[in-house]
């Protein structure tokens, strides 16, 4: 176990250092039952690019989180029910023939094309524990294309503590997220845009609180999810 947490931790760290500028990733919330983790960027691109790409998994997902070894093997299939696979290419030895095998990282419970994905699997490690995930996707048209955002939520037995494998798992998303945008194109975030207006009042600008748009977002930001599924709750 040990070993498992160090490797995660280091996965986490890698991620951080790929992530976008403009992405925005934190765990928003943990206890003893699980964990929620929330990334969001935004891209240069139509919900209907981004919605191609997203149900690409090949183009973008990152190989170190395969089985396989190759993200060519992935793919989502986009309907109520279908799978996030990948397939384990047959093998051949000296001494006998491999069969191909699968994986199925996730569930698709929810598509809604050019809005949202939603699907329900234990990613990587989890995947041994008696854990259950829910990961949203969901897209929203801005003016500088489309922000993504992805929140995934945790619960359940684990033999983990909760606070390190959660930073772990943020952080392997957003490795997953930054290259969904690389492959898109990241834009530059909106509160950069702003900043300079805000400057104009000095001092003051310490009161708009630039950590209340970091944890809070803007309007532009974060309704991403919470228009495409009203069953979330902010409270974070």
Partial sequence: ???IRMAMLAMAAGAAALAPATAAAKVVKQDAAGFVT?????VEATPRETWMALISPAKWWNEAHTWSGDPA????????GGCFCERIPEVETKGDVGLAGSVQHMAVIHATPDKALRMRGALG????EAVTGVLTIALAEVEQGTTITFEYVVGGYMRYEVPPIAQAVDGVMSQQLAGLAALLGPVGAPSEEKSP?????AEPADEADPAEDEADASPKKKPSVEEAFGDLSDGA
Avoid: C, F, W, Y
């Fill in 1 to 3: 176990m040990p070993k």
């Fill in 38 to 42: 929330r990334d969001t960027v935004t």
């Fill in 73 to 80: 093997n992935l793919s989502i299939t986009p309907q109520a």
């Fill in 125 to 128: 490690p989890l995947q041994s």
């Fill in 197 to 201: 207006d805000e400057g104009a009042d």
